[in-house]
């Protein structure tokens, strides 16, 4: 929806992809969606619980802001190569076939574009995907800490209740899909082709206001449970595994 030029929407190109391609053509970039989750998602979250640890106040907004920014900034330095592959692979089959790339996995897209475009076209847009895995570990990690101990505030909720994780992962969700949106529409562009970056945000543009904005439904539709999933399986990880409890003796 945010690179093919005519206005179709989201049933329309669904329907299309599984009529012209089949059903598992849904699935294109599977495997570099994957490696990237394992990778990139996994130090974002590592890197800003461990810098929260440092700080001198854990529950102030702008110290969780400040963390959150830092932390997803060096994970972008992980993702972006990853994040290259699974857009080329996503968009492939709506191009034009001479302009296609048709990589087979994640590690044939690394070697080829390597190899074809040189090592650097791997961080193609990687200003767009640094300044998007920053404000989305913001909007993600530290929106969703606020959301927890504003609601456990006024519900009278315990940290390790599932019901408070799931609110403040879906309050988390829709912060982050308006925010990161445009952000993620003109890195898209800028890794499918790389074009001045003026030119990027003409053709993002194509549409008027709904320009920056192309694909939101689907992208929430993806980003909500996607979050929800992740922070609740993240709090039941750290519920039942993460903490020591420490048993002090009375004297």
Not at 2 to 9: A, N, S
Not at 23 to 38: E, H, K, M, P, T
Not at 50 to 65: Q, R, Y
Not at 70 to 94: D, F, H, K, S, W
């Amino acid at each position: 929806m945010v690179v093919i030029k005519k206005d179709r929407g989201m049933a329309s190109n669904l329907q299309r992809a599984i009529r012209t391609y089949g059903f598992f053509s849904l699935y294109d970039g599977l495997s570099a969606q994957l490696v990237r989750q394992l990778t990139y998602t996994s130090l974002r979250f590592h890197l800003y619980e461990m810098g929260k640890s440092h700080l001198d106040d854990p529950d102030g907004l702008l110290d969780k802001v400040l963390v959150a920014g830092l932390a997803g900034c060096v994970a972008g330095v992980v993702g972006t190569p990853m994040e290259l592959i699974n857009t080329r692979m996503q968009v492939n089959r709506a191009l034009p076939k001479e302009t296609r790339w048709n990589y087979r996995n994640l590690f044939d897209g690394l070697y080829r574009v390597t190899r074809d475009e040189g090592f650097t076209k791997l961080y193609s847009g990687c200003l767009l995907s640094f300044m998007r895995s920053s404000f989305i570990t913001i909007s993600q990690n530290a929106a969703y800490d606020q959301a927890k101990q504003i609601y456990a505030e006024w519900f009278q909720m315990k940290h390790d209740n599932t019901l408070l994780h799931l609110i403040s992962s879906v309050t988390a969700a829709f912060i982050c899909g308006p925010i990161i949106k445009p952000i993620e529409n003109l890195r898209y562009l800028r890794m499918v082709n790389s074009r001045r970056l003026i030119h990027s945000i003409s053709y993002m543009m194509r549409f008027g206001s709904r320009g920056p904005f192309r694909g939101i439904v689907p992208y929430l539709l993806r980003m909500v449970p996607n979050t929800v999933i992740t922070f609740l399986s993240f709090e039941q990880l750290r519920v039942n595994f993460g903490y020591i409890e420490e048993i002090e003796d009375d004297k």
